[in-house]
């Protein structure tokens, strides 16, 4: 079996979040980095190359669609996937419009979260390799 070399970053105020995250991508081979605010998390998004990024919505002094799309006008490509408490339909359809690929809701949603940031990392390779 193919070593997974991906890195996910994780961006949520709640420490206990990123770090049930970060145990579940790293049970699955993944390389995990997590931050609690999303300046830092635009900061190492525009510094470091990551496969995938989970992110909160709901967080102080910067929200999660703030987050992805600052992280939408220099990097167009990394998947970006909303683990959120909001289960709100205005607030989906306003976090997919800001340049997220998924949303998924806490904790409801957390056996599948690790299977789509899994599908789409392999569908962006695909794109990648077949351009």
Do not use: W
């Not at 300046?39 to 989970?54: G, P, S, W």
């Not at 056996?111 to 569908?123: A, C, P, S």
């Amino acid at each position: 079996m193919k070593k997974n070399t991906h890195t996910v970053l994780c961006v949520d105020d709640n420490i206990d979040t990123c770090e049930l995250v970060r145990l579940m991508f790293e049970g699955d081979g993944y390389k995990v980095v997590t931050c609690q605010d999303g300046q830092e998390a635009i900061r190492l998004i525009r510094y470091e190359n990551f496969d995938a990024v989970v992110l909160d919505y709901l967080m102080p002094e910067i929200d999660g669609m703030d987050v992805c799309r600052a992280i939408r006008t220099f990097n167009k490509n990394v998947p970006v996937v909303f683990f959120t408490a909001s289960a709100r339909e205005k607030d989906r359809v306003a976090i997919l419009e800001s340049g997220a690929q998924a949303f998924l809701v806490k904790p409801n949603d957390l056996n599948i979260l690790t299977e789509t940031v899994f599908r789409l990392v392999e569908q962006k390779e695909s794109t990648i390799n077949a351009g």
